[in-house]
């Protein structure tokens, strides 16, 4: 069955799926976009994300193409059409169409809505998992907004490419004075020598992981202790466990950085036991 793709109104199939080539998503990532995991035919976090998406829209001054409450009945029928119960769902609004100029266009098509879906197998992250990944340390050399969760990537993109040009699985980026701000596509956490959670608070510096937050809350329940705090990368490299959080990874293990073990070595229990409660949650 082919993929169905649904773009300002239509469902259509994937390759007949398309924006115009003025689309400002396209000239100049006037775009933002959410992801979400579909595990076993369930939304994780799903109102998070729309709430993300909300907060994303207001801060660029783009309206809601539809109203959120339409947008949560497109995004279910785009999944019930594609028959995906294991995958993710891929949403993006543009500032719309008009000719290319950088200001906000007067006039213009309106703001855009993209969605697609992609199975997954749900084995394969959990295999991940259960080996952890490698990561190395580079510059965060993205811009001051990146809080805002907008298609301007290429940043990312480029880390993520040198990361495993260079044999690691991902990067983790380290802001002027050599803190870790998170990874390419993920939050970045340390469990400490005290044992203590730790990952960088809000800010501009780091996009506000929906993920990052349930766990939070998770380990809160599990009388976790968790900290708000940036840390170095020396003390990544002191910690008992360092893990990920995001949409597509959910709560993997880091077991190396730079090449130096995490701890043991070895995906650490804090992080096995939060990825298996997020799942459940
Ligand atoms: N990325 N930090 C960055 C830079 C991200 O791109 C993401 C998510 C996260 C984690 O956010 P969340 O827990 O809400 O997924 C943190 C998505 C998955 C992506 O770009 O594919």
Redesign the pocket.
């Known amino acids: 069955m082919s993929r169905i793709a649904y773009v300002d109104g239509q469902y259509l199939p994937l390759g007949e799926a398309g924006v115009p080539v003025e689309d400002r998503g396209l000239q100049f990532a006037d775009a933002v976009?959410?992801?979400w995991?579909l595990r076993g035919g369930r939304l994780l976090?799903h109102a998070?994300?729309l709430e993300?998406l909300g907060r994303s829209l207001r801060e660029l001054s783009i309206g809601w193409p539809v109203s959120p409450q339409a947008l949560d009945v497109i995004v279910r029928e785009l999944v019930r059409r594609n028959r995906v119960r294991d995958g993710?769902v891929?949403l993006q609004i543009t500032r719309g169409t008009a000719p290319r100029d950088h200001p906000f266009p007067k006039e213009g098509s309106g703001p855009t809505l993209i969605l697609t879906v992609r199975r997954k197998d749900p084995g394969a992250g959990d295999r991940r998992a259960a080996a952890g990944i490698k990561v190395r340390t580079m510059a965060d050399i993205r811009w001051g907004r990146?809080d805002i969760?907008t298609t301007g990537?290429l940043a990312?993109v480029l880390a993520k490419q040198a990361a495993l040009e260079a044999g690691f699985d991902d990067a983790w980026l380290l802001d002027g004075q050599g803190r870790v701000t998170?990874?390419?596509?993920?939050?970045a956490w340390i469990v400490d020598a005290d044992g203590v959670l730790r990952t960088r608070p809000l800010g501009n510096d780091?996009?506000?992981?929906?993920?990052?937050?349930t766990v939070a809350r998770i380990a809160a329940g599990l009388q976790m202790k968790v900290v708000e705090a940036p840390f170095t990368l020396a003390e990544a490299l002191a910690a008992r466990e360092a893990f990920i959080?995001?949409?597509?990874?959910y709560v993997t293990p880091v077991i190396a950085i730079d090449g130096q073990p995490v701890g043991s070595g070895v995906p650490g229990p804090v992080a096995q036991r939060l990825r298996a409660a997020y799942l459940l949650a």
Do not use: C
Not at 182 to 187: I, L, R, S
Not at 206 to 213: D, F, M, N, Y
């Open positions: 976009y959410e992801v995991a976090d998070g994300h993300r993710l891929y990146v969760k990537l990312n998170e990874g390419t596509a993920q939050n780091i996009l506000g992981g929906i993920t990052r937050a959080t995001s949409a597509t990874t």
